[in-house]
Nanobody
Framework: QVQLVESGGGLVQAGGSLRLSCAASGAIFSINAMEWYRQAPGKQRELVAIIISSGSTNYADSVKGRFTISRDNGKNTVYLHMNSLKPEDTAVYYC???????????????WGQGTQVTVSS
């Protein structure tokens, strides 16, 4: 069974920075993409950033220039470096590992439990 464990959320003032981490564990053969989503109260979950196995990245327009996604393939870990945080960045942030091929060659997607990020004005 593959598990994702997130860490790094918290309370920060506007203009501050946080780094989120998400570590995937279990019998993993490969992971195609690792992604960060967020969901604010009363809103739909939205894709924030994605990084695929080659290292290519993509970002939501709302975070371009402020957030950076990175990945340590050896540790099956993805990071989200968040700078110049704004109150509208407040949300629960979720990690997703997409296209995970496990040791038994089963392919599936997995989600983390979420971590709260609160940005005060």
């Amino acid at each position: 069974q593959v598990q994702l464990v997130e860490s790094g959320g918290g309370l920060v003032q506007a203009g501050g920075s946080l780094r989120l981490s998400c570590a995937a564990s279990g019998a993993i053969f490969s992971i195609n993409a690792m992604e960060w989503y967020r969901q604010a109260p009363g809103k739909q979950r939205e894709l924030v950033a994605i990084i695929i196995s080659s290292g290519s990245t993509n970002y939501a327009d709302s975070v371009k220039g402020r957030f950076t996604i990175s990945r340590d393939n050896g540790k099956n870990t993805v990071y989200l470096h968040m700078n110049s945080l704004k109150p509208e960045d407040t949300a629960v942030y979720y990690c997703k590992a997409a296209g995970v091929v496990s040791a038994n060659r089963v392919r599936a997607d997995y989600w983390g439990q979420g971590t709260q990020v609160t940005v005060s004005s």
